[in-house]
């Protein structure tokens, strides 16, 4: 925008001194074609007499000549002779270099009275019968010319500058609308990020629309190769869950050291094919840039879940105020999974009570789930994130909750973190994406 702005300046200031010089040199030219018409003029009314004077049979066509110091000279000279002066010179005369010759008509400038800046042409004349060479001289003040060429300067500057300013305006303007199309856009583009739509609008101009169906087949195309890796995953959780609960079955029936051995290696591959699984789902839904899910509703109904299972329990919920009604970024059941895993774990190791805080930082949520627990040791907290690790045995778990955790969040460009909880007990602090509205 202000590479145009620069440019069309530029243009104008270029073509403004080119029309300047232009209107100069023709002004020039009309005034130096005057000048040789008043020269010839000069030439046409004289002659000589048998002394070797000069005699003028009219006065000059214009009354400028007669009027003193009025700009408009006229003077004809020769050497060792006396000159045959205009009466406008009165009292001055012109001062002409006969070492120049100027057998051809000779321009040039010269200072008349009064500082007058002249313009001169002269031309060297032999009048028959009289072997003398006489100078002819007619001279201008040149004021005539710089005033013209000044009124010229000042209406093309006001000229100019006016249409210049029109310019830049209309090409701000064209810009403005021009990208206008393209705004709407990117507003659109935003919305379907938050989920608020799934599609652009069809309502474009002509040339922007192209291209928003373009991004339409591209969204589409998207859904559905998500769609069918969605499809494939839940075809392999199938197939791969009837095998492991044969085993299990089996196991059962034939008791013995071996089937317990068949058990427990099956319970985990099971869980481990749940954690890849529900890894290989949450890759594929991350992808759906449309997903939206209400954070304080997820939070209540796990409440409500873990206050019938830890009866001897409190959990708050403190909601940072204005901002109840934060949307995750994501699909609900991994926000459950992942805040889930959380609050089971704060209530396993808790005494009494687990706190529960949610807030926007920047375009992240921030979920914060405090006990008052014995807390983890900082030197072993990082090594609870992986999988199986379990601190206390006689707790019952898999191990795999804090590790969901990290893979869900990470996965969704989140992380969390294990921190003091003053004065006793675990914060776990989970950032997740949010929706900005």
Not at 331 to 355: C, F, T, Y
């Given at each position: 925008?202000?590479?145009?702005a620069?440019w069309?300046?530029?243009?104008?200031m270029?073509?403004?001194?080119?029309?300047?010089?232009?209107?100069?040199?023709?002004?020039?030219d009309?005034?130096?074609?005057?000048?040789?018409?008043?020269?010839?003029?000069?030439?046409?009314?004289?002659?000589?007499?048998?002394?070797?004077?000069?005699?003028?049979?009219?006065?000059?066509?214009?009354?400028?000549?007669?009027?003193?110091y009025?700009?408009?000279?006229?003077?004809?000279?020769?050497?060792?002779?006396?000159?045959?002066?205009?009466?406008?010179?009165?009292?001055?005369?012109?001062?002409?270099?006969?070492?120049?010759?100027?057998?051809?008509?000779h321009?040039?400038?010269?200072?008349?009275?009064?500082?007058?800046?002249?313009?001169?042409?002269?031309?060297?004349?032999?009048?028959?019968?009289?072997?003398?060479?006489?100078?002819?001289?007619?001279a201008v003040?040149?004021s005539?010319?710089k005033?013209?060429?000044?009124?010229f300067?000042?209406?093309?500057?006001?000229s100019?500058s006016?249409?210049?300013?029109?310019?830049?305006?209309?090409?701000?303007l064209?810009?403005?609308?021009g990208?206008?199309?393209l705004?709407?856009?990117?507003?659109?583009?935003?919305?379907?990020?938050?989920?608020e739509?799934g599609h652009?609008?069809?309502?474009?101009?002509?040339?922007?629309?192209?291209?928003?169906?373009?991004?339409?087949?591209?969204?589409?195309?998207?859904?559905?190769?998500?769609?069918?890796?969605?499809?494939?995953?839940?075809?392999?959780?199938?197939a791969?869950?009837?095998?492991l609960?044969?085993?299990?079955?089996?196991?059962?029936?034939?008791?013995?050291?071996?089937?317990?051995?068949?058990?427990?290696?099956?319970?985990?591959?099971?869980?481990q094919v749940?954690?890849?699984?529900r890894r290989?789902?949450?890759?594929a839904?991350t992808?759906?840039?449309?997903?939206?899910?209400?954070?304080?509703?997820?939070?209540?109904?796990i409440?409500?879940?873990?206050?019938?299972?830890?009866?001897d329990?409190?959990?708050?919920?403190?909601?940072?105020?204005?901002?109840?009604?934060?949307?995750f970024?994501?699909?609900?059941q991994?926000?459950?999974?992942?805040?889930?895993?959380?609050?089971?774990?704060?209530?396993?190791?808790?005494?009494?009570?687990?706190?529960?805080?949610?807030?926007?930082?920047?375009?992240?949520?921030?979920?914060?789930v405090?006990?008052?627990?014995?807390?983890i040791e900082?030197?072993v907290?990082?090594?609870?994130?992986?999988?199986?690790?379990?601190?206390?045995?006689?707790?019952p778990?898999s191990?795999?909750?804090?590790?969901?955790?990290?893979?869900?969040?990470?996965?969704?460009?989140?992380?969390?973190?294990l921190?003091d909880?003053?004065?006793?007990?675990?914060?776990?602090?989970?950032?997740?994406?949010?929706?900005?509205?």
């Amino acid at each position: 925008m202000s590479f145009s702005a620069v440019w069309t300046l530029f243009a104008l200031m270029l073509g403004g001194y080119l029309l300047s010089l232009t209107f100069k040199e023709t002004i020039q030219d009309n005034f130096d074609e005057r000048l040789n018409g008043l020269l010839e003029n000069l030439i046409g009314i004289s002659n000589s007499n048998s002394e070797g004077q000069i005699n003028f049979y009219r006065a000059m066509i214009d009354p400028r000549f007669e009027q003193p110091y009025s700009g408009w000279y006229w003077q004809v000279s020769a050497q060792d002779h006396e000159p045959f002066r205009s009466r406008s010179l009165w009292d001055q005369s012109l001062d002409p270099d006969f070492k120049i010759s100027a057998r051809e008509t000779h321009y040039t400038e010269a200072i008349g009275p009064e500082n007058q800046k002249l313009r001169l042409v002269e031309r060297d004349i032999t009048i028959p019968g009289d072997e003398t060479i006489f100078r002819f001289s007619v001279a201008v003040d040149m004021s005539e010319i710089k005033e013209q060429l000044d009124r010229f300067d000042n209406i093309l500057i006001y000229s100019l500058s006016a249409l210049g300013v029109g310019l830049i305006m209309a090409s701000f303007l064209q810009i403005y609308l021009g990208l206008k199309p393209l705004k709407n856009i990117r507003r659109s583009l935003i919305k379907i990020r938050t989920g608020e739509e799934g599609h652009l609008p069809t309502d474009f101009p002509t040339e922007i629309q192209p291209l928003a169906d373009e991004l339409n087949k591209l969204l589409d195309h998207n859904n559905q190769i998500i769609e069918r890796s969605r499809t494939q995953v839940g075809n392999l959780a199938h197939a791969l869950k009837t095998p492991l609960a044969v085993l299990l079955n089996e196991s059962e029936m034939h008791k013995g050291k071996f089937s317990e051995i068949v058990a427990k290696q099956s319970e985990m591959m099971r869980g481990q094919v749940e954690h890849y699984l529900r890894r290989a789902r949450v890759a594929a839904s991350t992808k759906i840039i449309t997903s939206r899910t209400e954070i304080l509703p997820v939070l209540k109904d796990i409440c409500r879940v873990m206050i019938r299972i830890h009866e001897d329990k409190k959990f708050y919920i403190s909601p940072n105020y204005g901002h109840e009604t934060l949307i995750f970024r994501g699909e609900r059941q991994d926000l459950e999974e992942m805040v889930g895993n959380l609050i089971e774990n704060a209530a396993k190791w808790s005494k009494s009570e687990v706190q529960i805080f949610y807030k926007l930082e920047g375009e992240n949520i921030v979920i914060q789930v405090a006990d008052d627990g014995p807390g983890i040791e900082k030197s072993v907290r990082e090594s609870v994130f992986a999988r199986g690790e379990r601190l206390d045995e006689n707790i019952p778990g898999s191990g795999l909750g804090l590790s969901i955790v990290k893979d869900l969040s990470g996965l969704y460009g989140g992380k969390i973190m294990l921190l003091d909880n003053e004065p006793h007990g675990l914060l776990a602090r989970l950032y997740l994406p949010a929706v900005i509205v």
